[in-house]
């Protein structure tokens, strides 16, 4: 009998360990005024649900939180990550009655009808390359405000967060395993703000473009960055001798090694954004195009799927987002100008790949298991 359990658990383990993977979502941004044109007028709210529904597409991220956006949403089961401006961060970290009315609008009239999951309390608040003000200080009172808020109208269920930029919080990508938080943020908003997060059981929030980081280094092949398996493709790091095969793991290794350095391994990461543009941008952009940008997709896809989890962290990251749904024309920001939506502006699909669904036992390997499990468990 107890031969019987062991081999019963480890039958049972099996489908359990090809079930705990990362869900992958996608990012709609609502179109600026500036992108708006007659000919790809604005899809209503309604529009962007089915389609993101049709897509299989689990959780989607709404940067802009268009209370009429996420009403679309209510009874799809689709998981929705909120976002809030970083201009509303000083109103929010001086007044929680501020905080209780941004609930009042965006969450309360909603939820749990339409799933709210996640809330990021401002975007690359440490960006200042971007950054017209500097929001940081009001970043961790903020998102204190918004969480005692939340408790104080009996919701417990939905996490606070914020979102990082990998370039202006992260020394290094390489070797990952010497990857530190930029100081002085790192000591004196992160480092508190992981506190925060592991006391609230809440996630590390980060955006990962390996098409950025491929752009500002020539050494790295073009194939590590699209997760190609090619001969001699990958970077050792001779600290860890751990073997690289794609730079979003070695990006996202860099995150996690971060956080160990202040005592915070275990707080689960958050790929908030990351793509590969299939045009657009400036001059001389050649690998914004759409056979990379599909290749980079499928790849990441394959590779959340396949449950390996990264080098250093057997979980890996928990879920990702993949930036964007559709495309927007004109704009007068640099990442609008690149396309990188899954779908042109008229909401057609681009690229051929597959989001949901997981790993299932099948041809030889699958026949080969079931076959030897049958015969183990035939003979108690």
Same mark, same amino acid.
């Given at each position: /009998?107890?031969?019987?359990?062991?081999?019963?658990?480890?039958?049972?383990?099996?489908?359990?360990?090809?079930?705990?993977?990362?869900?992958?979502?996608?990012?709609?941004?609502?179109?600026?005024?500036?992108?708006?044109?007659?000919?790809?007028?604005?899809?209503?709210?309604?529009?962007?649900?089915?389609?993101?529904?049709?897509?299989?597409?689990?959780?989607?991220?709404?940067?802009?939180?268009?209370?009429?956006?996420?009403?679309?949403?209510?009874?799809?089961?689709?998981?929705?990550?909120?976002?809030?401006?970083?201009?509303?961060?000083?109103?929010?970290?001086?007044?929680?009655?501020?905080?209780?009315?941004?609930?009042?609008?965006?969450?309360?009239?909603?939820?749990?009808?339409?799933?709210?999951?996640?809330?990021?309390?401002?975007?690359?608040?440490?960006?200042?390359?971007?950054?017209?003000?500097?929001?940081?200080?009001?970043?961790?009172?903020?998102?204190?405000?918004?969480?005692?808020?939340?408790?104080?109208?009996?919701?417990?269920?939905?996490?606070?967060?914020?979102?990082?930029?990998?370039?202006?919080?992260?020394?290094?990508?390489?070797?990952?395993?010497?990857?530190?938080?930029?100081?002085?943020?790192?000591?004196?908003?992160?480092?508190?703000?992981?506190?925060?997060?592991?006391?609230?059981?809440?996630?590390?929030?980060?955006?990962?473009?390996?098409?950025?980081?491929?752009?500002?280094?020539?050494?790295?092949?073009?194939?590590?960055?699209?997760?190609?398996?090619?001969?001699?493709?990958?970077?050792?790091?001779?600290?860890?001798?751990?073997?690289?095969?794609?730079?979003?793991?070695?990006?996202?290794?860099?995150?996690?090694?971060?956080?160990?350095?202040?005592?915070?391994?275990?707080?689960?990461?958050?790929?908030?954004?990351?793509?590969?543009?299939?045009?657009?941008?400036?001059?001389?952009?050649?690998?914004?195009?759409?056979?990379?940008?599909? /290749?980079?997709?499928?790849?990441?896809?394959?590779?959340?799927?396949?449950?390996?989890?990264?080098?250093?962290?057997?979980?890996?990251?928990?879920?990702?987002?993949?930036?964007?749904? /559709?495309?927007?024309?004109?704009?007068?920001?640099?990442?609008?100008?690149?396309?990188?939506?899954?779908?042109?502006?008229?909401?057609?699909?681009?690229?051929?790949?597959?989001?949901?669904?997981?790993?299932?036992?099948?041809?030889?390997?699958?026949?080969?298991?079931?076959?030897? /499990?049958?015969?183990?468990?035939?003979?108690?």
């Amino acid at each position: /009998m107890p031969s019987f359990l062991f081999f019963s658990l480890l039958f049972l383990s099996f489908f359990h360990s090809t079930s705990a993977l990362p869900s992958i979502g996608v990012t709609y941004s609502s179109p600026s005024p500036a992108a708006t044109t007659t000919n790809h007028p604005p899809p209503s709210p309604d529009k962007i649900s089915t389609t993101i529904s049709t897509l299989k597409i689990t959780s989607v991220r709404l940067p802009n939180a268009d209370p009429s956006l996420i009403k679309a949403f209510a009874f799809t089961n689709t998981s929705i990550f909120l976002s809030i401006a970083n201009p509303l961060l000083p109103a929010l970290a001086s007044n929680r009655s501020l905080a209780l009315r941004w609930l009042y609008r965006h969450v309360l009239p909603f939820y749990p009808r339409s799933k709210i999951t996640l809330i990021s309390v401002g975007n690359a608040v440490l960006d200042y390359s971007t950054a017209q003000e500097d929001f940081s200080p009001f970043l961790l009172p903020a998102m204190r405000n918004l969480y005692l808020a939340l408790q104080e109208l009996g919701i417990n269920k939905i996490p606070i967060s914020t979102t990082f930029s990998f370039f202006s919080t992260i020394t290094t990508a390489f070797p990952p395993s010497s990857a530190e938080f930029q100081q002085p943020a790192g000591d004196l908003i992160i480092k508190p703000l992981l506190q925060f997060l592991e006391q609230t059981n809440s996630s590390f929030l980060i955006n990962i473009y390996p098409y950025n980081l491929f752009r500002l280094n020539s050494e790295i092949p073009i194939g590590f960055a699209l997760f190609q398996d090619y001969p001699f493709n990958f970077r050792d790091d001779l600290v860890t001798g751990v073997r690289y095969f794609n730079l979003f793991d070695m990006m996202a290794d860099a995150v996690l090694t971060a956080m160990a350095v202040m005592g915070h391994e275990n707080i689960p990461l958050v790929v908030a954004e990351t793509g590969w543009p299939s045009g657009g941008g400036e001059a001389g952009e050649v690998e914004a195009n759409g056979v990379y940008a599909e /290749m980079y997709l499928k790849g990441l896809v394959r590779h959340l799927k396949s449950g390996v989890g990264t080098p250093l962290k057997k979980d890996g990251v928990a879920q990702v987002y993949v930036y964007e749904l /559709m495309d927007h024309e004109g704009g007068d920001h640099r990442e609008r100008a690149r396309q990188w939506g899954i779908l042109s502006e008229n909401m057609t699909r681009k690229y051929n790949v597959e989001f949901s669904g997981a790993p299932k036992i099948s041809g030889s390997f699958g026949i080969y298991f079931l076959g030897v /499990m049958w015969l183990l468990l035939g003979c108690f």
